[in-house]
């Protein structure tokens, strides 16, 4: 099963690239929704979160055009993609606080900082994992960055291959796997405490 999540999970969010290189906005909207859909969301919540997502990334995009006309307009711009990625991250009962990260990652990877990004995607990654224990949510969270960050760019070279989706694959083979962990983890500490 975990597997074949996995396979899904890559072609959207392949398809969410893709979509956003080729500024087709229903696609990435689709493809967004879709993904929340696969992370546990209901159809309603998850559609209003893919559009929220698309809109957070064409605001980002102005974000970064606007640049030039100094940091506190390009800030202004990417804290409101930060915010309405965050709301969709509520609607899908996802933790709102790696939607800082994220943003942060965009910011960096379209101003060509590429240490930064991989910081930021890491943050992301180790946000989303809460609930684990230190050591295990820093194993998940170096590993998912490894393979985000390795697919992103192979992407970005190619614009989609067989390589790109299997890579994809791999970083939502263990993604999964930690959100799992993190689930039981979530849950024994709650009866524990229950």
């Known amino acids: 099963m975990e597997r074949n999540q996995?396979?899904?999970a890559a072609a959207y969010l392949e398809g969410l690239?893709?979509?956003?290189?080729?500024?087709n906005i229903g696609a990435g909207w689709s493809s967004a929704q879709r993904l929340y859909e696969l992370l546990g969301a209901p159809v309603e919540k998850a559609s209003i979160?893919?559009?929220?997502?698309?809109?957070a990334i064409r605001i980002a995009d102005t974000a970064s055009s606007r640049r030039l006309d100094g940091d506190d307009i390009e800030s202004f711009y990417y804290?409101?993609?930060?915010?309405?990625?965050?709301?969709?991250?509520?609607?899908?009962g996802m933790e709102p606080h790696s939607a800082g990260?994220?943003?942060?990652?965009w910011k960096a990877?379209?101003?060509?900082?590429?240490?930064?990004y991989s910081e930021a995607v890491e943050g992301w990654h180790m946000s989303e994992f809460s609930g684990l224990q230190a050591r295990e949510r820093e194993l998940y969270a170096k590993e998912c960055t490894n393979r985000f960050v390795s697919a992103s760019f192979v992407w970005?070279?190619?614009?989609?291959?067989?390589?790109?989706?299997?890579?994809?694959?791999?970083y939502?083979?263990?993604?999964?796997?930690?959100?799992?962990?993190?689930?039981i983890a979530t849950k024994t500490k709650i009866e524990s405490n229950g």
């Not at 804290?79 to 899908?92: M, P, T, Y």
């Not at 990260?101 to 990652?105: D, L, P, T």
């Not at 990877?109 to 930064?116: A, Q, V, Y």
Request: one cysteine or more.
């Open 156 to 170: 970005q070279d190619s614009r989609g291959s067989e390589k790109t989706f299997q890579m994809l694959e791999k």
């Open 17 to 23: 690239w893709k979509a956003y290189y080729d500024r």
């Open 6 to 8: 996995a396979k899904i």
């Open 79 to 92: 804290d409101i993609a930060r915010q309405h990625l965050a709301k969709a991250r509520v609607l899908c």
């Open 49 to 55: 979160a893919g559009r929220l997502t698309i809109e």
């Open 101 to 105: 990260h994220i943003v942060q990652a």
């Open 109 to 116: 990877r379209n101003n060509g900082d590429f240490g930064k």
């Open 172 to 183: 939502f083979e263990t993604y999964f796997e930690a959100l799992r962990e993190r689930n």
